[in-house]
């Protein structure tokens, strides 16, 4: 049981290249998210995702797209990645709603993170 | 003003030690206060719960919650090197409402 797997650790993007980031797990959960960690900034919502085949916006959507192909994979996308996108991406999942994960009764689970430079 | 603010640190203590973290937000419609920890190269791993005022106790660690003074606090009672980390408070007003977290108070407990 791995969890919470990403993929890449690290990556250096140029200014405008385009790449996407691989969020994997193996406990069944319906819920996923990504979010974006930055010194000062604390972690935020980028975009979430309630199940297979579906999608919604978090606390800072823009320049980022997600895909819910399939249960355990949500995916993360830079169209044309600037250097404020530069930051440590992390992945979660829960197996109930986020809103239970606000009442006590689950929790998200985090994966290792990616660190982005975009120069 | 920032919704949740956290001082960074860092916060360096003997082992044995009682380590107090603090947390101050603005918004009084907060209701759910969590704290996670975070080890360095790694993803947040839920720590503490509470809601509403209060405290609640784990083991060497107490969430303490003072919503008159919009204040929360986690205590590490006789600390130890395995709690070096980064802690990460984070609160919400209820359900359908964002998390905020705070910026975390990176710790290291000295052997």
């Known amino acids: 049981n791995a969890g919470v797997t990403q993929t890449p650790k690290f990556r250096v993007l140029k200014t405008g290249q385009s790449m996407t980031l691989l969020c994997a797990q193996d406990m069944n959960h319906e819920y996923m998210y990504w979010y974006r960690q930055d010194p000062g900034m604390g972690l935020r919502l980028i975009h979430y995702s309630v199940g297979e085949g579906t999608t919604a916006k978090g606390e800072v959507p823009d320049g980022y797209n997600v895909s819910r192909l399939k249960k355990q994979n949500f995916l993360l996308g830079l169209e044309s990645a600037a250097p404020s996108q530069t930051s440590v991406y992390f992945c979660?999942?829960?197996?109930?709603?986020?809103?239970?994960?606000?009442?006590?009764?689950?929790?998200?689970?985090f994966g290792p993170g990616t660190r982005l430079t975009v120069l | 003003q920032k919704e949740v603010e956290q001082d960074p640190g860092p916060l360096s203590v003997p082992e044995g030690a009682i380590v107090s973290l603090n947390c101050t937000y603005s918004?009084?419609?907060?209701?759910?206060f969590m704290w996670y920890r975070q080890y360095s190269r790694k993803g947040p791993e839920l720590l503490m719960y509470?809601?509403?005022?209060g405290n609640k106790e784990d083991g060497r660690f107490t969430a303490q919650v003072d919503k008159s003074s919009k204040y929360i606090s986690l205590f590490i009672r006789d600390s130890q090197p395995s709690d070096s980390a980064t802690y990460l408070c984070a609160m919400s007003a209820g359900t359908g409402n964002q998390f905020y977290f705070g910026t975390g108070t990176s710790l290291t407990v000295i052997p």
């Open positions: 979660a999942s829960s197996y109930s709603s986020r809103e239970n994960t606000l009442l006590g009764t689950d929790t998200q689970y």
């Open positions: 509470t809601y509403s005022s």
């Open positions: 918004n009084s419609a907060f209701q759910y």
